[in-house]
């Protein structure tokens, strides 16, 4: 039995066609593997901070050493970063606002990428520690992205896939549903998309 954490990221909730995406990139999974745990996390319907020196000062000072406070605001942090390391497969949510991932999501990487837990750096350059993961991403857009002319304006797929490869998650797979807001495509883009999800 392998354990999926999804990372929801859209404001639009269940109507989302990341969502839509992301639901049936785990159902593909199910079904290849009916065991398989879901754990969710919804970080832009619920209360995950995007960082601040007070955070980041939390996540730094060693446990022992933290103060209530800082163990509070640490935990979000140090959580979020556990659910990572115990999943085998990541399934990420990833509508494209404004030609760049939700902030809400850029949030959850800052909060799990941690010097000295989920990188190093070496003699020979940076190290990541997150290994052995297959991650999924459910990528979303109102335009056509994946190619032609607006395809140099996607900074959804090459950031998920440097920040991600980085921490050590390099097998990354992108699926998309594109052309939700192109007259001609818009009927058919979910279909699509979702037709196109192999695991």
């Known amino acids: 039995?392998?354990?999926?954490?999804?990372?929801?990221?859209?404001f639009?909730?269940?109507?989302?066609?990341s969502a839509k995406l992301g639901d049936a990139i785990v159902a593909k999974l199910k079904e290849k593997d009916a065991e398989h745990s879901v754990i969710e996390r919804d970080v832009a319907n619920s209360d995950f901070p995007h960082i601040d020196g007070?955070?980041?000062g939390a996540m730094f000072t060693p446990q022992p050493d933290r103060t209530a406070e800082q163990q509070e605001s640490a935990k979000l942090s140090d959580d979020a970063i556990e659910e990572v390391m115990d999943a085998d497969i990541i399934v990420i949510d990833a509508p494209l606002y404004n030609f760049g991932i939700p902030s809400n999501l850029k949030a959850w990487i800052d909060h799990?990428?941690?010097?000295?837990?989920?990188?190093?750096?070496?003699?020979t350059g940076p190290e990541g520690?997150?290994?052995g993961k297959k991650v999924y991403v459910a990528m979303a857009s109102g335009g056509v992205y994946s190619e032609g002319d607006f395809a140099a304006l996607d900074f959804v797929?090459?950031?998920?896939?440097?920040?991600?490869g980085f921490l050590g998650m390099d097998d990354v797979t992108v699926f998309r549903v594109e052309g939700t807001a192109v007259p001609e495509l818009k009927e058919t883009a979910?279909?699509?998309?979702i037709n196109?999800?192999?695991v």
């Open 1 to 10: 039995m392998s354990k999926v954490l999804r990372i929801k990221s859209s």
């Open 12 to 17: 639009r909730g269940e109507e989302a066609f």
């Open 54 to 56: 007070e955070i980041v």
């Open 112 to 123: 799990i990428a941690k010097a000295g837990v989920t990188f190093r750096y070496t003699e």
């Open 129 to 131: 520690l997150v290994k």
């Open 157 to 164: 797929t090459p950031y998920l896939k440097t920040i991600l």
């Open 190 to 193: 979910l279909e699509n998309g």
């Open 196 to 198: 196109s999800v192999e």
